[in-house]
C-alpha cells in the first residue's frame, strides 16, 4: 500500500531535549516536505528536499533541521525544542516536476512541548 | 510564502449543498488545489484544478476558478455527513511548494 508514515504520532517532551520525528515514504517519491498546522494558521511549510541530499528552508525553519540521506527518509530534528513547537507536525511526499501532482501525507505527529 | 485566504467555518444541513470559498495570491500558480482533513487524520486530495480551467466537475464536487479576481470555490453537492472535515485549498508554486489556506471547518448537522 502506498503510503507515508510518521513516528512517533504522538510525543510529549521537555523544553531543550532533541527529538527526531521519523517520516518514511514508499512510494519512490524525488520530493519530500514538513508542514506545521497551528489553530487559525493552517499549514506552513517548513522545510521541503526535492531529491537526496537536496534541501531548502521552507516558510518557518527556525529551530528545525532535516536531512535526506536516502530518497524513502526525510527525519525532522528538533535540537532544542522549544514551547512554541507545540504543534501538529504532517510529512509529505510527492513526485517532482511541475505538473500537479499529488501530495500524499502522512498521519501526523502530535508534539507538545512543556 | 504566498498568501491563501479563507473562511473559517462552515454549518450545513445534510442534503443541501455546501460552498467553501478561497482567494489566492499568486497568478502564476498554474494548480489550485483542494485538500480535506477528517479528524485525526493527514491530508487528502479532494481535486485539483489547472489554471487555464474555469469549473472542474468531479461526481458530487464542482471547482469554480475566477482568474481574474483570483478566487477558487468548492461546491458539495448533497453533503452528507462523512464531508464534516476540515477543507483546505492550496496553491502550486516554486518548485512543487503548495501554499495552504488556513482551512475552513464544515459541520454537517444530520
Known amino acids: 500500500e502506498a503510503q507515508v508514515t510518521q513516528n512517533p504520532r504522538y510525543l510529549i517532551t521537555v523544553t531543550g531535549k532533541k527529538l527526531t520525528v521519523t517520516c518514511s515514504q514508499n512510494?519512490?517519491?524525488?520530493?519530500m516536505s514538513w508542514y506545521r498546522q497551528d489553530p487559525g494558521l493552517g499549514l506552513r511549510q517548513i522545510y521541503y528536499?526535492?531529491?537526496?541530499?537536496?534541501?531548502d528552508k521552507g516558510d518557518v525553519p527556525e529551530g528545525y533541521k532535516v536531512s535526506r540521506k536516502e530518497k524513502r527518509n526525510f527525519p525532522l530534528i528538533l535540537e532544542s525544542p522549544s514551547p512554541n513547537q507545540t504543534s501538529l507536525y504532517f510529512c509529505?511526499?510527492?513526485?517532482?516536476?511541475?505538473?500537479?501532482?499529488?501530495?500524499?501525507f502522512g498521519p501526523g505527529t502530535r508534539l507538545t512541548v512543556t | 510564502g504566498e498568501d491563501v485566504e479563507q473562511s473559517l467555518f462552515l454549518s450545513v444541513r445534510e442534503g443541501d449543498s455546501s460552498v467553501i470559498n478561497c482567494t489566492y495570491t499568486d497568478s502564476s500558480s498554474t494548480y489550485l488545489y483542494w485538500y480535506k482533513q477528517e479528524p485525526g487524520a493527514g491530508l487528502q486530495l479532494l481535486t485539483y484544478?489547472?489554471?487555464?480551467?474555469d469549473m472542474k466537475q468531479d461526481q458530487r464536487l464542482t471547482v469554480l476558478l475566477n482568474k481574474k479576481d483570483k478566487h477558487l470555490s468548492l461546491r458539495i453537492a448533497d453533503t452528507q455527513t462523512g464531508d464534516s472535515a476540515i477543507y483546505f485549498c492550496a496553491e502550486l508554486y516554486g518548485n512543487n511548494r503548495l501554499a495552504f489556506g488556513k482551512g475552513n471547518q464544515v459541520v454537517v448537522i444530520p
Open positions: 512510494m519512490n517519491h524525488e520530493y
Open positions: 509529505a511526499s510527492s513526485s517532482a516536476g511541475t505538473g500537479g501532482y499529488e501530495q500524499y
Open positions: 528536499s526535492m531529491n537526496v541530499e537536496v534541501t
Open positions: 484544478i489547472f489554471s487555464n480551467m
